[in-house]
């Protein structure tokens, strides 16, 4: 299995900057506050200038990013250099006032990521910064570089779960197409907030998809109850375990049939449990693949 989803990091061990700041909390930690969307929005707007340098890359950018948004773009009779150009004076205007707002300037970094123009080392500092940006100005996002050097923008807000959880996840179910298409698809839907019933049920289809494609069949997730435990069984996991992961996993689907097929009134803290939950039952058996079990 491929497991080609990795977390952009911006940490002591990958950011010299990150490191000089950990360690300064150290010392002072009542100063490890963050800062908001205005100061992120500069951080990045201060990486892309760096990024872009002298080079003409941005004119090309600039029109994507027009027909992105939906609006006309001007001609730029003289090359002056990005900080003097329309790409500049469009992304130094945008404000960032509303949630929604965070999440098309989000959608705009990642176009600017995946832009042919700018080699892959150019890239991966740009990358980096962003992520930086993003720790320091408490946004609830990460930055992942996907399989072909794409990179895209996942909802985190607590680290230490989202990396085993999400992002370890998202890149092990590289052998599992329709499965790893739903789970992205709601991680998309809470990044842009939508923590209701669409999002929910990509994480159970998503979960039911991996199952019928791991065990051959066309059963429905209540189904494969037998299978699963029959699996863990064969492991040698414990029988309490066993029948810990099948409980849960009967009332995982008692929630999404009783709370997510038939209304809308999952709130935002079921939403992020079933989002861990469904990461916790992947994991398990997703493990059994990678041998480290």
Known sequence: MGGKVRQVLADGEHSERMKRRESFLLRFPDAGGTDGHEKFQMRCITALIEYYGNSED??????DI?????QGYREEAFHLGF???????????FELREESDLYLWLQILERLLDSPGRGDKQKKRLALKIAEALKLSGIGAALCRLEGGRYAFYPAT?????RALVFDVLGWLDAYPKAREQYREALRLLLHGDRTRKAIDCLRL????????????????????SLIGSELADRGLSAELRNL?????????KFNNEHVKHDDSANAAEVDFALYLTGSFLRLLLLSDRETL
């Open 83 to 93: 900080q003097n150009s329309n790409l500049y004076t469009l992304l130094a205007e």
């Open 58 to 63: 941005y004119l090309a950018d600039y029109m």
């Open 245 to 253: 992961y099948t409980t849960l996993l009967a009332y995982y689907a």
């Open 66 to 70: 027009c027909d992105m948004l939906g």
């Open 206 to 225: 998503s979960l039911e998809l991996f199952c019928k494609q791991r065990y051959q069949n066309e059963k429905s997730l209540e189904n494969q109850f």
């Open 158 to 162: 607590e680290p230490f779960l989202d």
